[in-house]
């Protein structure tokens, strides 16, 4: 009798190779298997970079068309989130269902999910319960607070998590009130760190043989991301407050008006400070004593950044930045989204990368912002159709023609 681990390896060697219908996004992660159960963004995020990387990628969908959180397959949002997978449509409250989903649970790599923490075990789809008979299983778990505690059953939410890890009350400027960033960042941050669990928790089990769970939550990635911030008060007790445009600790670093709009300075360190001063034509500036170091500075800011844009306002932006770069004087330009894809450097860079959407046609996309020499990562396919490779998949796991058509028929997938 063929035990459950062996069972396991031998689907897990037939897997990549029957896959045949699966986008080949990078030779880097080629071979893993991830059954991917996220909504919304945190999730998505996550699976993306291991889409993006060349695992093959599995999104579960009900079988009736459900409303997306993040919009309609057609969106930008949709379409950004959901490249490079397969689409299996399956009905989880089932029991045909369910027994299909665990089927396929035994040859995954990995499973991600950003249910409530409740759910996954109401189910019977929990870490607990698969990896009985798949302890290779990586299953990576996204919440807004954390699987349990005090606050583990709220409901998350990006600008919640924004507001309760602290970001909210050091955003905008002094006295206006707390203000939410411009992206979900404590979304974005949650998946990105959940991905680094799973290559972390991958790299172990080539050691110990074992899959693990991976768990993060939007309230601890947000609070993560707090960093100088958030040392600042574990270390000296100081509670930051709003500084708007103006860095909290190096100063000046901030926006200057200039003749023909904005840009960004950043003024770091006795060196820098120096030579910003020369550019300035404000040499006598390092021996004012108002501004002659780091705390005099911060206690003077008001009268700096004044003195400055006073000055800055005589140029234009594209000038004050050819002179304080050449220099080496960090600034630069305040873009506006279509700005920032026209820039030459993005464009080089390769940041916006060509698909054809099943439902828009010939578009683009946010590629990934890593380079790699031999193992690139590209958009290999859109997003797919909702059920597109239900047949494909479970023709692989097993299951007759017949097979599916009856759980076609009851519903089921």
């Known amino acids: 009798m063929t035990s459950p681990v062996n069972q396991h390896s031998a689907n897990a060697d037939n897997k990549a190779e029957n896959a045949t219908s699966a986008p080949v996004a990078s030779a880097a992660l080629k071979g893993l298997r991830v059954l991917d159960l996220t909504r919304v963004r945190s999730g998505p995020t996550c699976v993306r970079q291991l889409a993006d990387w060349g695992a093959d990628v599995i999104k579960i969908e009900a079988p009736v068309d459900e409303a997306q959180f993040g919009g309609p397959r057609h969106g930008p949002d949709f379409q950004n989130l959901h490249r490079n997978k397969r689409s299996l449509t399956i009905d989880l409250k089932s029991p045909a269902g369910v027994a299909a989903f665990r089927r396929l649970a035994d040859t995954a790599d990995i499973i991600v999910e950003n249910f409530r923490p409740g759910v996954k075990k109401r189910l019977g789809i929990d870490y607990n319960t698969l990896s009985m008979t798949n302890p290779r299983l990586i299953y990576a778990s996204i919440s807004g607070f954390g699987q349990d505690g005090p606050l ?57 043989g074992h899959g693990q769970w991976v768990q993060t939550s939007l309230l601890q990635a947000q609070v993560f991301m707090l960093d100088f911030q958030a040392a600042r008060f574990l270390m000296d007790g100081d509670i930051p407050k709003q500084a708007g445009n103006n860095h909290p600790t190096t100063i000046p670093t901030g926006v200057f008006k200039t003749s023909d709009g904005h840009m960004n300075i950043a003024v770091t360190g006795n060196q820098i400070w120096q030579k910003f001063c020369e550019s300035m034509g404000r040499a006598d500036w390092i021996e004012d004593t108002r501004y002659i170091n780091a705390a005099a500075r911060s206690q003077n800011r008001a009268a700096l950044n004044a003195e400055i844009e006073a000055i800055t306002l005589t140029d234009t932006t594209a000038a004050w930045i050819d002179k304080f770069n050449d220099a080496g004087v960090p600034a630069g330009e305040i873009n506006d989204i279509g700005q920032v894809f026209s820039n030459p450097q993005v464009r080089h860079l390769g940041l916006a990368q060509p698909v054809v959407s099943q439902e828009r046609g010939a578009t683009e996309l946010v590629g990934q912002p890593i380079i790699m020499s031999r193992t690139p990562s590209t958009i290999a396919a859109p997003p797919p159709l909702a059920g597109q490779h239900t047949a494909d998949i479970l023709t692989e796991i097993g299951y007759s023609e017949a097979e599916i058509a009856a759980m076609k028929a009851s519903g089921a997938i």
Do not use: K, N
Request: proline residues 7%; charged residues 15%.
């Open 152 to 208: 583990a059953d709220r409901p998350g939410f990006d600008q919640i998590a924004q507001g309760m890890g602290g970001l909210m009350s050091i955003t905008g400027e002094p006295g206006t009130g707390p203000m939410r960033v411009g992206i979900p960042i404590a979304d974005l941050c949650a998946g990105l760190f959940a991905a680094q669990g799973i290559l972390i928790a991958l790299y172990e089990r080539q050691h110990s």
